[in-house]
């Protein structure tokens, strides 16, 4: 009989996730357990650390000893690894062009294919910085916390991004950061005339969204239009006392562009909510905390940095199968599918006449690349 004990998801969350963590906090426990005065360099094995692999593996002091030093990880490095460039290495150079093997022949010759691909890198380069401000440095014993952002819920276990943080950035400005294609939304039909660029997308037209993070809501507050879209869950949570359900709580509201990364309590690994345009759910998560290192960024301004970035896809035009799309119709008369894709090009040549009147019924509205 399996007697696994059943978690219900927000346990199951819970059980795979850190205890409820500050960035203070977390500082002070690592001041605290690291002396970088004391370090000894891992190529010198301390009489502690001799003694105890010693006793560990039930040998002698002196073989613990070169046994430490041979498996030290400085060892691992050679000198063509820190000279070999793999972004420039072509190995198809080096096949001979009167080769016996056919696969070897034929990979020399469509080099060029693999070349012409073009397509955004999910790496980012970390970018040049200027040191002439010191005060605008951050300091060594700075906490970087690592953000990743989720695709919608339509697409899942997808990620969209994948961030650095500080204790001084904002949510807001992580906000910013987050890049959906319903936010890139335009409801305007502008088959009349597809010159005039569209007055206003989805985001200005509905600014309101919210974090979600330990059962607050952080809103963000900063257009004039926005609406508190959390206030009706907070009202829900209050009747009839269903605060007092499992897993549930008080929840409480806040204002996202007043509250930085250090003020806020977060598990790491726990999956939290980041909500806009009503209905668009992204699962927000805080997946590292750590010291800063050598190779992040050393100025406040750099941050949020985005590490890590999704790809994003374009379609082609359903007429030529050329160039990317930039309009799609509805209710086309002249298209064989709703919603047709079209290139500009195609686009104007099928549905206006040479002074650029409508010759049949349709709606036109700009492609939105998806994420």
């Not at 690592?146 to 276990?157: G, R, S």
Request: proline share 5%; charged share 30%; aromatic share 10%.
């Amino acid at each position: 009989m399996n007697h696994e004990k059943l978690y219900t998801p927000v346990e199951e969350a819970w059980h795979y996730s850190s205890q409820p963590i500050t960035i203070e906090k977390f500082k002070t426990n690592c001041c605290s357990k690291i002396d970088t005065a004391d370090r000894q360099p891992l190529h010198q094995p301390t009489m502690e650390s001799v003694k105890e692999l010693a006793s560990e593996l039930e040998i002698d002091e002196e073989t613990a000893r070169d046994l430490q030093m041979v498996c030290d990880v400085s060892n691992l490095q050679c000198e063509y690894d820190v000279q070999f460039d793999y972004n420039t290495f072509k190995i198809y150079e080096r096949f001979p062009d009167d080769g016996e093997l056919k696969t070897v022949r034929l990979c020399k010759d469509l080099k060029t294919k693999a070349e012409e691909l073009f397509f955004i890198p999910t790496y980012i380069e970390p970018p040049d910085e200027d040191f002439s401000v010191d005060e605008d440095q951050i300091q060594d014993d700075e906490v970087i916390v690592c953000c990743t952002v989720m695709h919608p819920k339509q697409k899942k276990n997808k990620r969209n991004l994948q961030t650095l943080l500080i204790g001084e950035t904002k949510l807001s400005e992580l906000r910013d950061l987050i890049k959906c294609q319903m936010d890139r939304v335009v409801f305007q039909d502008m088959s009349e005339n597809p010159d005039q660029l569209p007055d206003e997308d989805a985001q200005k037209l509905f600014p309101s969204s919210f974090f979600f993070i330990e059962r607050t809501f952080y809103n963000d507050t900063r257009d004039p239009a926005h609406h508190d879209i959390s206030k009706t869950i907070v009202e829900w949570a209050k009747h009839s006392d269903r605060y007092n359900m499992a897993g549930l709580g008080l929840l409480h509201s806040d204002v996202m562009e007043t509250t930085c990364i250090k003020d806020i309590e977060i598990r790491l690994g726990y999956p939290y909510l980041f909500c806009h345009q009503g209905s668009c759910e992204h699962l927000i998560l805080f997946t590292d905390m750590r010291l800063r290192q050598d190779s992040d960024p050393k100025l406040k301004k750099s941050y949020p940095y985005v590490s890590s970035d999704a790809q994003r896809r374009r379609k082609r035009c359903s007429i030529c199968c050329i160039h990317l799309a930039k309009w799609v119709t509805i209710n086309d008369e002249l298209s064989f599918e709703t919603p047709g894709l079209f290139c500009d090009k195609c686009f104007r040549y099928l549905h206006y006449d040479k002074d650029g009147r409508k010759i049949s019924r349709f709606q036109a509205y700009p492609h939105i690349p998806e994420d």
